[in-house]
T-cell receptor, first 113, second 112 residues
Framework: GENVEQHPSTLSVQEGDSAVIKCTYS??????FPWYKQELGKRPQLIID?????GEKKDQRIAVTLNKTAKHFSLHITETQPEDSAVYFCAASIIQGAQKLVFGQGTRLTINP | NAGVTQTPKFRVLKTGQSMTLLCAQD?????MYWYRQDPGMGLRLIHY???????AKGEVPDGYNVSRLKKQNFLLGLESAAPSQTSVYFC???????????FGNGTRLTVT
């Protein structure tokens, strides 16, 4: 089945700097790659997603890139702010009768003022 | 429009006890999922459903059962709770493939 590896597990950056989180997946049939942000004690919430027919997608300070050949995708956050501090999860979706999202282990991002 | 609602929010069980977690969604979504979240392990899929009356196993189904008798509800049951089932449980739903999951607020379960 699908396996998603996420790195790093923790990341600390200075406010205003950029943060990059990387994920690799194993199933070449995966075709949907969302990123979720989870604040402490809250539910995961989608921040951006990309489909396999697109190489890059941007939404203000957030961007995601996808390399299907290498089977990896990355989240880029520019001009980081204190409210970006959270745990971020990548996921990859396969469809076997139904969509099933397999999540990475998560990255705890801390923005230092 | 409440989205995805989970009850209860917190529960403490003793080993061997049983309980049912309820997930309700008012968005008319076809697909519903139960995940568990443990530190350092991300979210792991327990069971899922592609429509009323259907269920299927995910990555970690052992020790859990589910039912989807109505489209809007997805129940997760623990027949004989074990300490290894201490976790935060999230329900999620979505309307179609390759579309975002909508999560509930989670249920924090402790088994002593």
């Amino acid at each position: 089945g699908e396996n998603v590896e996420q790195h790093p597990s923790t990341l600390s950056v200075q406010e205003g700097d950029s943060a990059v989180i990387k994920c690799t997946y194993s199933d070449s049939a995966s075709n949907y790659f969302p990123w979720y942000k989870q604040e402490l004690g809250k539910r995961p919430q989608l921040i951006i997603d990309i489909r396999s027919n697109v190489g890059e997608k941007k939404d203000q300070r957030i961007a995601v890139t996808l390399n299907k050949t290498a089977k990896h995708f990355s989240l880029h956050i520019t001009e980081t702010q204190p409210e970006d501090s959270a745990v971020y999860f990548c996921a990859a979706s396969i469809i076997q009768g139904a969509q099933k999202l397999v999540f990475g282990q998560g990255t705890r991002l801390t923005i230092n003022p | 429009n409440a989205g995805v609602t989970q009850t209860p929010k917190f529960r403490v069980l003793k080993t061997g006890q049983s309980m049912t977690l309820l997930c309700a969604q008012d968005m008319n979504h076809e697909y519903m999922y139960w995940y568990r979240q443990d530190p350092g392990m991300g979210l792991r899929l327990i069971h899922y459903s592609v429509g009323e009356g259907t269920t299927a196993k995910g990555e970690v189904p052992d020790g859990y059962n589910v039912s989807r008798l109505k489209k809007q509800n997805f129940l997760l049951g623990l027949e004989s709770a074990a300490p290894s089932q201490t976790s935060v449980y999230f329900c999620a739903s979505t309307t179609r493939t390759n579309s975002p999951l909508h999560f509930g607020n989670g249920t924090r379960l402790t088994v002593t």
